[in-house]
Antibody, heavy 122, light 107 residues
Framework: QVQLQESGPGLVKPSGTLSLTCAVS?????????WSWVRQPPGKGLEWIGE???????NYNPSLKSRVTISVDKSKNQFSLKLSSVTAADTAVYYC???????????????WGQGTLVTVSS | DIQMTQSPSSVSASVGDRVTITCRAS??????LAWYQQKPGKAPKLLIY???SLQSGVPSRFSGSGSGTDFTLTISSLQPEDFATYYC?????????FGQGTKVEIK
């Protein structure tokens, strides 16, 4: 059973950089999957941030692309998110998730982390 | 970018009711559509992918239909554990996008 676990600071100062890591267990990050970040501001809907393949290939949401970097560490079976120049609008629960990567389920997310709340405040 | 619009935004229903949620894409996405259920404080759960394929372990009272721009999620007989918010999501192109959500509340 694949499990994903987000970790990182719960509080980030405005103009700073948000950094989160998603540890993958029960499966290899080098399998035929894409690995995504999705966020949800308090009381609001879901927003896709971007994704990475184990080769390092990425796709980002254009609305955040200039501030986002997603990377993968195969040796630790984890992937990471960095979001720079954060403001209060970046306050959200951040989820990591797995895209099956192939077949008709490609582009959806079948496994999710439990989410971690990141607050941007001084 | 493809915009996803769900209706209604909320629905009040009773246990045993049939509930239908609609999702419309701003352009054709073939059958590249997924549905998720989210309960408060929890991560979304995949219910349906490819518009009508039931994810493993999801009860058969959930079903999806549609293609192109118009899609439907149906709960055939609402159960107490089904009270939640439901999201559609297009998987046809980047950026991936969700509908704004439909909250299913107890009547």
């Amino acid at each position: 059973q694949v499990q994903l676990q987000e970790s990182g600071p719960g509080l980030v100062k405005p103009s700073g950089t948000l950094s989160l890591t998603c540890a993958v267990s029960g499966g290899s990050i080098s399998s035929s999957n894409w690995w995504s970040w999705v966020r949800q501001p308090p009381g609001k809907g879901l927003e896709w941030i971007g994704e990475i393949y184990h080769s390092g290939s990425t796709n980002y949401n254009p609305s955040l692309k200039s501030r986002v970097t997603i990377s993968v560490d195969k040796s630790k079976n984890q992937f990471s998110l960095k979001l720079s120049s954060v403001t209060a609008a970046d306050t959200a629960v951040y989820y990591c998730a797995r895209d099956p990567g192939r077949g008709y389920s490609y582009g959806s997310w079948d496994y999710w982390g439990q989410g971690t709340l990141v607050t941007v405040s001084s | 970018d493809i915009q996803m619009t769900q209706s209604p935004s909320s629905v009040s229903a009773s246990v045993g009711d049939r509930v239908t949620i609609t999702c419309r894409a701003s352009q054709g996405i073939s059958s590249w559509l997924a549905w998720y259920q989210q309960k408060p404080g929890k991560a979304p759960k995949l219910l349906i992918y490819a518009a009508s394929s039931l994810q493993s372990g999801v009860p058969s009272r959930f079903s999806g239909s549609g293609s192109g721009t118009d899609f439907t999620l149906t709960i055939s007989s609402l159960q107490p554990e089904d009270f939640a918010t439901y999201y559609c999501q297009q998987a046809n192109s980047f950026p991936r996008a969700f509908g704004q959500g439909t909250k299913v509340e107890i009547k």
